[in-house]
Nanobody, 123 residues
C-alpha cells in the first residue's frame, strides 16, 4: 500500500513552467507505475502522463506530449511533473495515481490516489 501526496501547485503566468511533485507519505512509490491525471471544472478526469516502475518507460497524453515531462527520483520516493507552456486560463486539479501492475491510461485501473493539487495559469 502507498499513500500519495501532491504538492507544488499554484497560480502561474500563462506560458510559464511549473513543476509539481508526488511523494509517498507511506509505502514505496518505486514499486508502482505512477501517473498524473488532471481534472478541469465540469470535465472528466484526463490522463496526462505515466512512468513505469523501471524508470525507463514514459507515455503522455496527446495534448501534453512535448510540453510536459514526467520523471522519478527513487531516492526521494517521488515522482514529478514538469509542465511547460501552460495556456492562458488553463485550470485543473492534478492528481497523482499509482498502480502495482502494468501502467494504464485509464483512471479506473489505478489503485491509489493523492488528494490533488490545483494548477491555474493566468488568462
Amino acid at each position: 500500500q502507498v499513500q500519495l501526496v501532491e504538492s507544488g501547485g499554484g497560480l502561474v503566468q500563462a506560458g510559464a513552467s511549473l513543476n509539481i511533485s508526488c511523494t509517498a507519505s507511506a509505502g514505496t512509490i518505486t514499486n508502482y507505475a505512477t501517473a498524473w491525471f488532471r481534472q478541469a471544472p465540469g470535465k472528466e478526469r484526463e490522463f496526462v502522463a505515466v512512468i513505469s516502475q523501471n524508470i525507463d518507460t514514459t507515455f503522455y497524453g496527446d495534448s501534453m506530449s512535448g510540453r510536459f515531462i514526467i520523471s522519478r527520483d527513487n531516492a526521494k520516493n517521488a515522482v514529478y511533473l514538469q509542465m511547460n507552456s501552460l495556456p492562458p486560463g488553463d485550470a485543473a486539479v492534478y492528481y497523482c495515481a499509482a498502480i502495482r501492475l502494468l501502467a494504464s491510461l485509464c483512471a479506473a485501473a489505478y489503485d491509489y490516489w493523492g488528494q490533488g493539487t490545483q494548477v491555474t495559469a493566468s488568462s
